[in-house]
């Protein structure tokens, strides 16, 4: 792997930080990569946007500020609009389909959409696992990190009495892609 | 406040990482400051240097690397040595003392030694709180966050099972230099 960039917005509220740490964790302790973590507080925590960017490297990094990202995960329509202008021609676009309508007509770019919420809300029962789901999709369509390594993270980091629905998170984000691939004739 | 940039260090374990989550919750949403954190993981993760780096402004931060840093929190020698070349002249360099045993000789540094291990075994009884023994110290030190924000937001991050412990964590914390400011006849 050569030096991945990272960039997850949505609202404060959405659990974009969190979701930036268990990648960030994920990466760094159960794939042995150099990871840089880097989160935005104030405004942006008080409710309106919210950022984390992770960057991951087989070697040290250099240069810990995201420059163009190679994977953009848009919780939110105003998340993506400020974002994209960061995002690589041929980079990964995934976001949440009910919150992201405008989607950008680029040849090059890999689009997935996920319906994080709506899974989070009648599959898993609690709306606040949506950047769960998400993450998970994401990380499995973009080969950033494995299942299994997301779900030792989550293991680490989330209290727990939310423990479980969490990795279930993983799981249905996981099955989600899977249908979602099957039925555009992709290998899983 | 114009903008302030804080460099924590130390080994990994220490809770280096939860210490900079802290301080830029409580400055974020305690004290309405703009916040940008920082954290690298990798090699430093798996158990030897840990670094979390915090900006505050009260207008947005633009840049969002520290260049100089205004306030060191040493926990470890190894990373006073390696990140006293980025305090600023007059910084503050806060230090635990039982680690950190060469001291710079700045004339206009301002220092100030903790024992926060010491405190956190002997009066507290449990090591694993040192690195808030330290930040409540700095934080009174140095007036960038109140003690009551920093309580706020070990409330809000800290596993209810912790709480208590690292909430005690800063009542000593700031006891400590109470105490010292005294002997030293200095105002608190």
Chains 1, 2 share one sequence.
Do not use: H, W
């Amino acid at each position: 792997m050569t030096r991945i960039e990272i960039i997850i917005v949505g609202i404060g509220g959405m659990g974009v930080v969190l979701a930036g740490r268990i990648l960030a964790r994920a990466a760094a302790i159960y794939e042995n990569k150099e990871v840089v973590q880097t989160q935005s507080y104030g405004a942006e925590a008080r409710g309106t946007a919210a950022k984390s960017e992770i960057i991951m490297n087989d070697k040290k990094i250099n240069y810990p500020k995201v420059r163009k990202c190679d994977i953009l995960i848009a919780m939110s329509q105003d998340g993506l609009k400020r974002y994209l202008p960061y995002l690589k021609d041929d980079g990964n676009l995934i976001f949440e389909q009910s919150l992201v309508k405008d989607i950008p007509k680029r040849k090059k770019l890999k689009t997935l959409g996920v319906p994080a919420i709506e899974i989070a809300e009648k599959v898993i029962g609690n709306r606040m696992v949506a950047n769960i789901v998400i993450i998970a999709a994401a990380a499995r369509f973009t080969k950033i990190v494995s299942e299994n390594s997301l779900k030792r993270a989550i293991t680490d980091i989330v209290p727990e009495s939310m423990r479980n629905i969490n990795l279930k998170a993983v799981d249905e984000g996981i099955k989600f892609l899977k249908s979602r691939l099957r039925q555009a004739n992709l290998p899983f």
